[in-house]
């Protein structure tokens, strides 16, 4: 009897050994995984920080467009940085204006009351609208460019130099 009593307390101690290592190794564990929360709450919280200051970084450039919107609503039309070049329309707003009507039919082939009907019929056709980056031909100048590409056949470079307009345009229009 005593040998089972020593083999029980045996027993017994060694499962008191265990159950020893099995919580101090739990105390362990949950002292890691809490200074891992820690360590994961304070990079959270750093990281919220960063975005609020992104956000008011945000809300900022958001007021400055807001107050930014009415000046450019004051001037509508903004001037072409680089890529629209300056171009003489001196001969098409002085020198067309001032043509007899003998020049007119001599140059446009048609009388300037024709050339009138003929620009009131296509303008819902022709008709283009205006943007913030050019400023699109007008029906009228469209039409007499069409017109002096028929009556002259003249080229394309010379008609664009002539109606102030690039050669493209002038391919477009007739």
């Not at 101690?13 to 995984?33: C, D, K, N, P, Q």
């Not at 990079?43 to 975005?51: G, N, P, S, T």
Request: hydrophobic share 45%.
């Amino acid at each position: 009897m005593e040998v089972i009593q020593q083999l029980v307390f045996a027993l017994l101690g060694f499962w008191f050994l265990v159950v020893t290592i099995h919580v101090a190794l739990s105390e362990r564990r949950l002292l890691a995984a809490k200074r891992n929360t820690a360590e994961k709450r304070r990079k959270l919280l750093a990281w919220v920080l960063r975005q609020e200051e992104k956000y008011t970084f945000v809300r900022q450039r958001q007021r400055w467009q807001r107050y930014r919107i009415p000046l450019f609503l004051i001037n509508q039309r903004r001037r072409p940085v680089t890529w629209a070049h300056c171009r003489a329309n001196e001969w098409w707003d002085v020198t067309i204006p001032e043509f007899t009507r003998t020049q007119w039919v001599h140059n446009f082939r048609i009388s300037e009351e024709t050339f009138s009907y003929l620009c009131a019929r296509l303008r819902p056709v022709m008709e283009k609208k205006s943007t913030n980056f050019r400023v699109s031909l007008p029906v009228r100048k469209r039409v007499a460019i069409a017109l002096w590409k028929l009556a002259t056949n003249s080229e394309y470079r010379s008609i664009s130099d002539l109606f102030g307009v690039s050669k493209s345009s002038v391919c477009r229009c007739v």
